[in-house]
């Protein structure tokens, strides 16, 4: 066996590293390790811990339940190749013990047993520094994905789940004691990517809620709760469990929680749902007769089949079934049977006269496999039971469910309607031209009802009134499925109370609400748990217990429609050793996902081409260029640059998208898109105006030049668009800094996506550019994982060997750097922002770039060097006559002399500031050099000139500090620290670390 009782590596060969991508290491040279299955058996030999592996268990981990034939001498193959690159170190080896395999190496030599070795030390530790310290240590050993490379058998996904399990706990504790201790921005730093990951963990979340309460982001606390809480009711239904709502309290309560460094307890899984009370019995369950309607114009068209007298299926039948088990409804299968005796009751040959006909019962066959939707069948009972005309639009986008639906419960209320049920497919997705014609469906309907075929008049309008005529008196449901618009519905309408009308439509038929007071029923995407159920009625409760997790993967990279469940679903019944896991990969691959989710004759995209033919001609050209987009929400700005189209067409074309369910709308002026739609219309790419992309790219770089300019009305433009590119429209106006922060917080994603898009189309000079006007934003959200965004930025600025932007970039990386611990690449970068400005001819930078520089140093501990280059910032600011630059670099070397006893200096650099501080500057600029003096003139002892100081900066920050009469509260944001530049974020920020002032 391993004894393992040291951490360290000293003189140790080997790294094994699984942690990420499985590797190894002989020094600093990485060995050429081969195949996915080589590197499978290295991670399950250091997983094994010690522990013989047996033949068998590695053929399991290499090709689970399928291995060649000859697998045994395959594995004997890897064995001995694997040994033969560990000769490098004498110590290490793969040795055969107990019939099985066992990895010998020294301790320490992996990075597994490194971190679990910390752990179990951190652990053990007396409460203080060293349990977050060791902690810290250990999280630092993760890469990536775990085990990446190593493939994808049953048995290493699972070993990679357990690994990840131990990631999060170590770092829920390593948030833990980091509050203990005080180092409340560390564990943000780590906490928010991981939460993103994660975002149903509700320990993982409460931790982060707690580190944003800490670093005083309680608006951010508490929406990332609220978001949180609604996620958990609607995917799980369940409410948060006691770690977050405590977390939440003591947020609301205006305190942090003190967290407690031990294992959080798991919240178990929830409850099965009970299922809702049986519909009432007897007459009290009938539907009431609804008031008439006011007849309307008539236009419409005609099923494929007509309908014949006795009970019959159409041959246009439902897309597939839905979901959801039917609530406060009869069941389907009793209901149509007791409909269909009635009717077989009825004589079968023509009535005599005054006498009526079997009532016409039109449904195509019953969804199979329907569950859920349980509220969205209680809201349509409870629109055909109000006093108002019960006319109700099922809509949403394609493969949702709207049939599906609108049968299901037609099947459950049958017996609501003694007069039977008529039914329509409208086909709104055949193009114009072939669908039903309106005469048709009439005279479908009309001999349904007993009119003889002599008797049905040949024009629409003659056809319309005797269909109402026919229906007076009478109480029967009819169903119109697939309509395209109102103008189709319309002419079906009865006019007589008692009817009941029932559509479904991938529109929105508004001009049914206004014209009818038609109540509109929108179908959402089924959430996880409901999908899951769906996968359950087709390949058996078996096969999802065993993958529970993939099965969850599985519905949500379905989007949540029941078409793409079944289709997935249908793929796995017809292959039953597929595994879940293999088909979730599949999915995860965008490139196949569509063609994954496709049958015999139906398939998710031939639904939305559907959908998508029917647009008008700027909705189909703005849907052909959202294959470009760079993001998954836009606005109209965003529209408008990627179609080409002015703003009030690109507006309108968005609309008509979200009228058609291709896009959701989110807010007044912002749509999504969903995943599926998404990959649709990128596979249509081809059809798409390449030149949209650069239209885009420029568009966000000229709106975020816009909100930076109001972010920081006193700056200068960090930069100007490049030479001959203009924008392709007016970027946005922003009524004031708030509006512009929060514009950049909404759309950081569409930017940071933007940065990337720019550097791998060819377009470095957008990429810097875009990544720099984020500085507002970064330096508010410092720890929200920046880090990517900017470096691949500094990489486009390298390529171009711009210096400005090296400057620029290097500044703001360093900076960020800094505040999230990273102190030795922050300086390297830094260090050598001050030259690069030089190189530009950018004296006000150069000045700029040595304030951070100095920052760094006093946060590295490095006072006196620090003190060096605050000293001569100032000097310099003050010979270029720059009073911004001056008052920036004033403030900062008055905190330094405060910090390191120098109070009277202090003093004098700050009143200096003071006086050059103009009005336009920022009130909170000239508070923290009021602060900065008071501060000095209270360590002088001259407490009355102090008490009035302090006053005024209270007054100008609209804060009071505790106590009335002492010095104000910390800035928000700004640390009680000894080091001369605490850190101040959110509206307090001194000065900008990128961008120069006017």
Not at 307 to 328: D, G, V, Y
Not at 389 to 418: C, E, M, Q, R
Not at 715 to 726: E, H
Request: glycine share 8%.
């Amino acid at each position: 066996m391993l004894v393992r009782n040291d951490v360290g590596r000293v003189g140790h060969v080997m790294d094994f590293r699984l942690l990420g991508p499985v590797s190894a290491f002989s020094g600093r040279a990485e060995i050429p390790l081969g195949p996915p299955k080589r590197r499978a058996l290295l991670a399950l030999l250091v997983l094994a811990d010690g522990a013989p592996v047996g033949a068998e268990r590695i053929s399991e981990a290499l090709w689970d339940d399928r291995p060649p034939t000859h697998a045994r001498t395959v594995v004997y193959g890897h064995v001995s190749a694997l040994r033969g690159l560990l000769r490098a170190d004498r110590d290490t080896d793969v040795v055969t013990r107990d019939s099985g395999y066992v990895l010998r190496a020294a301790p320490g030599s992996a990075d597994l047993w490194r971190f679990r070795e910390l752990v179990r030390r951190s652990a053990a530790a007396p409460p203080g520094q060293e349990p977050a310290e060791l902690l810290r240590e250990a999280l630092g050993l993760w890469r990536g994905p775990v085990l990446a490379g190593a493939g994808d058998t049953p048995l290493i996904t699972a070993a990679a789940d357990r690994l990840v399990e131990e990631h999060l706990a170590a770092l829920e504790d390593f948030a833990a004691a980091s509050y203990a201790c005080g180092r409340h921005a560390q564990a943000l730093a780590l906490l928010w990517p991981a939460a993103e990951r994660h975002p149903l963990r509700e320990s993982l979340i409460a931790a982060l809620v707690r580190a944003l309460h800490h670093a005083d982001r309680q608006a951010d606390a508490v929406e990332l709760y609220r978001r949180t809480q609604r996620r958990l009711a609607r995917e799980l239904g369940v409410d948060p469990g006691a770690a977050l709502s405590e977390a939440y309290v003591a947020l609301l309560r205006g305190r942090p929680q003190q967290a407690v460094q031990a294992q959080r307890p798991r919240r178990s899984p929830p409850s099965p749902q009970i299922p809702p009370p049986p519909p009432p019995a007897g007459p009290a369950a009938r539907i009431p007769a609804a008031p008439s309607r006011t007849p309307a114009r008539r236009q419409s068209a005609r099923p494929a089949t007509r309908p014949a007298a006795q009970p019959a299926q159409p041959a246009q039948t439902a897309q597939p079934a839905q979901t959801a088990q039917p609530a406060q409804t009869a069941q389907p299968a009793q209901a149509a049977q007791a409909a269909q005796a009635a009717q077989a009751a009825q004589p079968a040959t023509r009535p005599a006269a005054g006498s009526r006909p079997a009532p016409p019962f039109l449904l195509p066959r019953a969804p199979a496999g329907f569950v859920s939707r349980t509220d969205d069948l209680a809201r349509l009972t409870g629109i055909a039971r109000s006093d108002q005309a019960p006319l109700s639009v099922v809509t949403g986008p394609a493969g949702v469910g709207k049939t599906s639906l609108a049968v299901h419960w037609a099947y459950a209320h049958a017996a609501d309607f003694p007069d039977g049920i008529l039914y329509a497919d409208l086909r709104a997705g055949e193009p114009d031209g072939t669908g039903p014609q309106t005469t048709g469906v009439l005279h479908d309907f009309l001999q349904a009802l007993g009119v003889p075929e002599e008797r049905l008049p040949a024009e629409a309008r003659a056809a319309e009134n005797l269909y109402r005529a026919t229906l007076t008196g009478r109480r029967a449901l009819v169903l119109l499925d697939n309509a395209r618009d109102s103008v189709q519905v319309r002419p079906l309408l009865p006019g007589a109370p008692g009817c009941t009308v029932l559509v479904t439509s991938r529109n929105r038929l508004e001009g049914l609400v206004a014209t009818d007071c038609a109540r509109l029923l929108p179908l959402g995407r089924l959430a996880p748990a409901d999908g899951v159920r769906v996968l359950r009625t087709v390949i058996g409760d078996g096969r999802v217990e065993a993958e529970p997790a993939a099965a969850e993967e599985l519905s949500v990279l379905c989007d949540g429609l029941p078409l793409a469940l079944r289709l997935a679903a249908a793929r796995l019944a017809a292959r039953p050793r597929l595994a879940l896991r293999t088909m979730a990969d599949g999915l995860v691959d965008e490139h196949q996902r569509l063609s994954l989710l496709s049958g015999e004759d139906l398939g998710v995209g031939a639904t939305l081409r559907m959908s998508v033919q029917q647009l008008p001609p700027d909705a189909a050209l703005l849907f052909r260029q959202l294959a470009l987009h760079v993001g998954s929400e836009l606005d109209a700005g965003a529209a408008a640059a990627l179609s080409g189209l002015p703003a009030p067409a690109a507006r309108g074309a968005l609309e008509d998208l979200a009228t058609a369910h291709l896009l959701e709308e989110r807010t007044s002026d912002r749509y999504l898109m969903h995943d599926l739609t998404r990959l649709y219309a990128r596979s249509c790419a081809g059809l798409a105006d390449a030149g949209g992309l650069h239209r885009l790219l420029v568009h966000y770089l000229a709106a975020a030049r816009a909100a930076t300019a109001a972010a920081e009305p006193g700056s200068q433009p960090c930069c100007t668009l490049p030479a001959g590119v203009l924008p392709p429209g007016p970027p946005p106006v922003f009524a004031g800094r708030a509006e512009a922060m929060a514009w950049l917080g909404t759309e950081r994603a569409n930017l940071t996506a933007a940065v990337a898009a720019a550097a791998d189309a060819g377009h470095p000079e957008l990429a810097w550019r875009t990544a720099v006007q984020l500085w507002p934003l970064v330096v508010r959200q410092v720890h929200d994982g920046w880090e990517p965004t900017l470096r691949r930025a500094l990489d486009a600025a390298t390529a171009l060997d711009d210096p400005d932007a090296r400057s620029r970039l290097g500044s703001l990386l360093g900076w960020v750097l800094t505040e999230n611990g990273q102190h030795t690449e922050a300086l390297e970068h830094l260090s050598r922002a001050p030259e690069l400005a030089l190189r530009a001819a950018d004296p006000v930078g150069h000045v700029i770039a040595l304030v951070n520089w100095a920052g760094a140093l006093e946060r590295a501990d490095d006072l006196p060097g620090a003190g060096e280059l605050r000293e001569r910032a100032a000097r310099m600011a003050q010979d270029l006559g720059h009073p911004h630059t001056e008052v920036l670099a004033l403030y900062h070397l008055a905190a330094h002399c405060l910090a390191t006893g120098r109070p009277g200096e202090a003093l004098a650099h700050g009143r200096r500031g003071l006086e050059l501080a103009s009005e336009e500057q920022s009130d909170e600029r000239r508070a923290l050099l009021l602060d900065t003096c008071g501060k000095a003139l209270r360590a002088l002892g001259r407490g009355e000139e102090a008490r009035r100081c302090l006053s005024r900066a209270a007054a100008l920050t609209g804060r009071r500090a505790p106590g009335g009469e002492g010095s104000p509260a910390p800035a928000r944001g700004q640390q009680r620290q000894s080091h001369p530049t605490s850190k101040v974020t959110e509206a307090l920020l001194p000065g900008p670390p990128v961008c120069r002032h006017e």
